[in-house]
């Protein structure tokens, strides 16, 4: 069976410090797995997603994600915190015919 | 292409009403889901279709019906609400299974009384 942790429900950074958002998986098999943002009253937006090409994943609007294997982790990225960035952030792993959700971090980014 | 469509908006109903919510793509995607957002819970599969006909439980179905007799159209319907549905409702298309990026509608936010 598959699922996914996030291990922050919320994290707080200053405009133009790293963004660090973290994920662990598990899975039976080589997962596919996703990271979605979702800002105030809006659907689901794809930023990444990992099906076992390179390890490194970049993804829209300057975020990135590395795969770990021997971690089981796909933590999200970004070098310098807009504000734009203020949303929230899903790890999604794909299961077989479903999507298991994390329950979401929360990113605050002050002035 | 207006993508995945969703009605309505806002919903208010009370304890034992049922009423369907209606969503569309028109990208032409086999597969097409439900999921409910409750705070602090992530999104939770309530119902998804591989294709027009296929349908199958996630992981919340109990008070909820789907049914798929087009490509487009996926139709969620609450039998007798009940306060516990209250919540965000998403749907969401992808041209094939889970593995492939997943559009999301706008949202339903249903409040039952």
């Known amino acids: 069976a598959q699922s996914v942790t996030q291990l922050d429900s919320h994290v707080s950074v200053s405009e133009g410090t790293p963004v660090l958002l973290r994920c662990n998986y598990s899975?039976?098999?080589?997962?596919?797995l996703f990271w979605y943002v979702q800002h105030p009253n809006k659907g689901l937006q794809l930023l990444l997603k990992y099906t076992s090409a390179a390890t490194l994943v970049k993804g829209i609007n300057g975020f990135e994600a590395e795969f770990k294997k021997s971690e089981t982790s796909f933590h999200l990225t970004k070098p310098s915190a807009h504000m734009s960035d203020a949303a929230e952030y899903f790890c999604?792993?794909?299961?077989?015919?479903?999507?298991?959700f994390g329950t979401g971090t929360r990113l605050q980014v002050f002035p | 292409n207006a993508g995945v469509t969703q009605t309505p908006k806002f919903q208010v109903l009370k304890t034992g009403q049922s009423m369907t919510l209606q969503c569309a793509q028109d990208m032409n995607h086999e597969y097409m889901s439900w999921y409910r957002q409750d705070p602090g819970m992530g999104l939770r599969l309530i119902h998804y279709?591989?294709?027009?006909?296929?349908?199958d439980q996630g992981e919340v179905p109990n008070g909820y019906n789907v049914s798929r007799s087009t490509t487009e159209d996926f139709p969620l319907r609450l039998l007798s609400a009940a306060p516990s549905q209250t919540s965000v409702y998403f749907c969401?298309?992808?041209?094939?299974?889970?593995?492939?990026?997943?559009?999301f509608g706008p949202g339903t936010r249903l409040t039952v009384t």
């Open positions: 999604v792993v794909s299961g077989t015919d479903k999507l298991i």
């Open positions: 279709s591989v294709g027009a006909g296929i349908t």
């Open positions: 969401a298309s992808s041209y094939y299974r889970t593995g492939y990026e997943q559009y």
């Open positions: 899975s039976s098999y080589s997962p596919s």
